[in-house]
């Protein structure tokens, strides 16, 4: 039984730069869309802080408001669709949708990362459909097919760069062999990185796209707190250039892994050997592996933010859900929770490693060094020592066999009580 | 209203290296679906040529049959998963499942790429869905995306490698420099390549996909006789090197791109430039870039055949499908099919070209090659010429800037009949 329907309501919260784009392209393509769900998709208020600033798209001025809950108040809105970001207000105003019946698109990944499950669950209490494509990659479909595409499999590991100002930031630092604060204000001079990068650089963002992702692919509640988190800031020009050396690309990665029941979460520069996939994915651009028990590998890449991009992921959200609303069928995929499925502590997390590490040029030090590996069960894979420099010193760098995050962390505190040695400059997890 | 159910019945024809990896994994993950459906899954029926042949998967001998009809006409099937490939009798099945009101998967490409529109506006006449993931780049998902998580966008273009076996042999002939009968050879003894293998190495195959893919991506009827075609025999191992040489990978492209309201479709080898993603995809991996006015380019990569990866797109679908006939529910996605998209004639198709054109070892004749190419508007981006070789002839190539593919014809024609031309020995698109 359908109600008699001359169209689907739309509630904007929210007209920034993704907001703007979704305004405009749903205005533009009315007519293919209507055509494609049977009902034109009608804006009908839009959310913003000051009705009287001037907009980037043309859009009818009677239509903003700054009254939310008039907006959310409205039966002739059955879709709210959130580009606001941030935790509050949105998360008080997704609630609040929810629990009035309304379906609701966001892209909010602060939020859904910290309450997805929540809002999950008040969604199918209420019968409705809560769709956030666009929190995770921008133009890259990746939550929906992870909810529907790859259903079949047991997911064993997902491998991404989901945070583009930190890839943007780590190429300019490869190909340039500049500093990283360099690197910042170049990305921050372009747009690609903010004021206040912290977010971004501390790997805060990519932790939020990451328990996001995690809590769909394992079926688990992860929360951003559960990610073990490394930022890129430490990172210095002659570890790209000893990166080069040894054939690898250095990448901020989140990952998360399967194993023995546990699930790893974690977020941190790594070295990425440089015929693989992921070593290639440069620039703002954002990449998600995802590794099943049937399907292998398949890998998703593309543009990871911008207004259109994120436009494309919150419009496609917003014509499903506007098919589910003229169908009155709420559509429950993928809420399945499993039991019994643990985090992995970080020191439990296994992995190989590069270390950097300052010693005197003098006798005797490199053996000390490699015996305080060899105590804690570590062996090295390779080794570099360049020649002194003009400070006397010289730097050692070791790439390890795969050994216990527990372990490395008892020999580095060995390697730093050592006479000769300057302290560990650097250490990264290698990928792989 | 939902009827009172205890399983979904499924009906499943076809039990080669598809069928038995669909039938092993319904029964080994018997219980992780049914928690994710509600409902279990139930094999009833397997449509076999030889009841008493051996198989690769341990199933119930009394669930197989001969007999198609008794499997469509039984009440307690209601979603049929066809593997068994080929046009018939296949394409008789299809019809008849769904003039039975049962929901189809399916992972034949040559009966969607022949009877696709035909087929799912039969689905859409009976209230039941069609899916077809599997007819198209394995195990990476990519049919669901253009029906859905695309279709904010006004699709571009599509680029793809999505033939396995001719990609295994061309990476083979680069990275061995041998002749394409010794890498279609290996291709046989690996079990990547069929003893026929004409349906490969000819694009046929690839224009079954890329028909598929067109006819979604840009709402056309699209046919495997609309593509325009050409396969990979006539390579050389000369034109890998200087392929190489001049900074490309060949690779066999499907395309299919909107331009001036017309749509190509064509598949042929082409140069791609080295550092495009597509370049990179090796061996028998596929790969689709996607192109969009709001998202611009996304790719997707993975698996593009083999038991497991089908599997995953075959009971992704089955899963999808078993949802809707749970809920009751008929879900008309992206059905629209445009007025007014013409099929661009191949004459029409501009690009850039590779030559290499094996001439007399005498002054002259490069000046009267030029001169074709001016005469029919066609300038020349760069040249190569190598010494004479022992047989007195020499070869030169020629990379030639945008030109239209008729122009090119006349050029051919007149750069034949020139004196001290052996002949145009080798014609190459190059993409982008």
């Not at 990448?251 to 194993?259: G, H, N, T, V, Y």
């Not at 985090?343 to 030090?365: F, K, N, Q, W």
Request: hydrophobic share 45%; net charge negative.
């Amino acid at each position: 039984m359908r109600r008699d329907r001359r169209a689907i309501g739309i509630g904007l919260m929210g007209l920034g730069v993704v907001g703007s784009g979704v305004a405009r392209i749903l205005q533009e393509k009315a007519d293919v869309y209507a055509r494609q769900i049977g009902y034109p998709l009608e804006l009908r208020r839009v959310l913003v802080r000051d009705v009287a600033k001037p907009r980037a798209c043309e859009i009818d001025p009677s239509l903003l408001t700054t009254d939310a809950s008039a907006l959310l108040a409205d039966p002739e809105i059955e879709l709210v669709i959130e580009v606001i970001g941030g935790e509050q207000p949105a998360y008080g105003y997704l609630r609040e949708a929810l629990r009035a019946g309304k379906f609701v698109v966001t892209g909010n990944k602060e939020v859904m990362a910290k309450h997805g499950g929540e809002l999950l669950a008040l969604a199918r209490e209420h019968d409705v459909d809560l769709l956030y494509e666009a929190s995770v990659g921008g133009g890259i479909p990746i939550i929906a097919p992870l909810k529907r595409d790859l259903l079949a499999n047991d997911i064993v590991s997902v491998t991404a760069i989901i945070n583009g100002t930190t890839n943007y930031i780590l190429t300019a630092m490869r190909d340039g062999t500049v500093a990283f604060a360099d690197a910042l204000a170049e990305a921050q001079r372009l747009g690609y990185a903010e004021p206040d990068p912290t977010n971004d650089v501390e790997g805060i963002d990519a932790a939020y796209k990451l328990a996001i992702l995690a809590a769909l692919a394992f079926h688990i509640d992860a929360r951003p707190e559960d990610v073990y988190r490394e930022g890129i800031t430490r990172l210095d020009p002659r570890d790209f250039a000893y990166a080069r050396e040894l054939g690898y690309a250095i990448k901020l990665l989140a990952i998360s892994r399967k194993q023995d029941g546990c699930v790893q979460l974690r977020v941190h520069p790594a070295f990425v050997a440089e015929g693989e996939l992921l070593a290639n994915v440069d620039g703002v651009l954002n990449a998600v592996q995802i590794e099943g028990d049937l399907m292998s590998r398949v890998l998703f890449q593309g543009p990871g933010a911008g207004s259109l991009p994120t436009t494309s992921a919150v419009v496609a959200d917003a014509l499903d859900a506007a098919v589910s609303i003229s169908n009155q069928v709420y559509w429950p995929h993928s809420f399945r929770r499993e039991a019994g499925v643990a985090l992995m502590p970080a020191g439990e997390i296994t992995s190989r490693y590069y270390l950097r590490i300052g010693v005197a040029d003098r006798p005797g030090v490199l053996a000390t060094i490699a015996g305080a590996l060899a105590e804690a069960g570590i062996s090295i894979a390779s080794l570099i020592q360049k020649e002194a420099g003009e400070d006397g010193g010289a730097e050692i760098v070791i790439m390890t066999h795969e050994a216990r995050e527990s372990s490395m962390r008892m020999a580095l505190d060995a390697i730093a009580a050592l006479p000769g040695v300057g302290g560990v400059a650097q250490i990264v997890r290698v990928h792989g």
